[in-house]
């Protein structure tokens, strides 16, 4: 604690105000209506504690700011009339009692698991699994695609939410030249079926000569990020693997029991020396950490069955889910996905198939991947234009 030059006493350090959103629950309100009080029972003397209060709701302007570091824990200087008058109205209660009171309502109303009050905005580590990659300038990029994209005319046509890398030499939609440019008209006319798209699509001529070349180097860098130090496809550096015997038969039908290691998983990195098959529900359980980090190692393919789905429970997000294919995937008919693929080689999604994470095709500089879309949904978690998807 510190002393202020009119012999008032405060916290070291500022504590930061709720966000607009939580004003007038918790701290903020309690701590400046108390404070407020505190300053009136002291000006009016022995008022009842009814009175102070509904001239403290007259009276108090609207705050902006609760700067609880410099007057939430304040009290007054030291009077013994003042004093005598705060036990009067206050039944003993000094303004450092208020504080306590305020604190540990805080904390009841669950301001302690990671609530702006102290300045904190995630709930935990990324978990076993560690730092999620670092996905630098690909990080906006929802497809990415080495060798072109093919999308089937049927509706709903294709919606993509988020920026498109077409990083071939000469990239095409449906064997038309691509122009690059924002929004649907970057895919140029795709013989007449291009993605609807709210993003940019980047190739190697647009918006300059280097743009995609960076994204793509980015992309390799984080696929052997997430790579098995053995490969393959290359040497990677995420070692530490716990194994997954059956990987391609992972999932279970709505309402089996959750088995860990088959339709259930905690975070943490998991490899099959085989393909990753997903054929029912398959549950991803952050156990109340939003920033735990879920990595899937292949070593051939990825892939859904038809109608098969990812479950994010207890905080989990997208965002933080990473599927790395030596190979290739291929999500199935109505199948839900959550997280990034970053593919070596290609990526199709049959028909209806949707996924709320990035995925790239061709992520390893040494592979070559086409894309290929029919009536799908791809969103970058966190795009505005795809709220539900984080």
Known sequence: MKKDPQGSFFADGPISRTTAGQKGRRETAFSCVRHRTDQLAHRYGKKSVTSVRQRTVRSEPKRDKCNCGSWFLRRRPNS???????????GGFKART????????????GCGSGDEIFGTTGSGSPGPAG???ALGLAASYGIASTAGVTNTPTLPITTINGDVVLAAPSPTCNAVAV????????????AGSPPTLN???????????????????????????????????AAGSRGGATNLPAGTTLGAPVGNPLVQGDNYFVPGIYQSLTSILITGDLTLDAQGNSSAVFIFQSSSSIGTAAGAR??????????NVFWQAASSATLGTASVWQGNIL?????????????????????????????????NVVSVPGHPSAPGCQ
């Open 310 to 319: 990812i479950l994010l429970v207890n905080g989990a997000r997208a965002s």
């Open 179 to 190: 122009p690059g440019g924002a929004g649907t008209a970057g895919f140029g006319l795709c």
């Open 80 to 90: 013994r009339k003042k004093d005598e008058k705060m036990n009067d109205y206050g």
């Open 199 to 233: 993003g940019t699509v980047v190739t190697p001529t647009f918006p300059d000569l280097t743009t995609a070349t960076n994204v793509k180097a980015a992309m390799n860098a984080a696929f052997l990020d997430i790579t098995p130090p053995a490969g393959p496809p």
């Open 131 to 133: 730092p999620a990659p």
């Open 98 to 109: 208020w504080c306590v009171a305020a604190v540990l309502a805080a904390f009841l109303a």
């Open 343 to 375: 593919a070596a080689f290609d990526i199709t999604m049959v028909t209806g198939a949707t996924s709320c994470g990035r995925l790239w095709a061709g992520a390893w500089s040494g592979g070559s991947g086409a894309f290929v879309f029919d009536s």
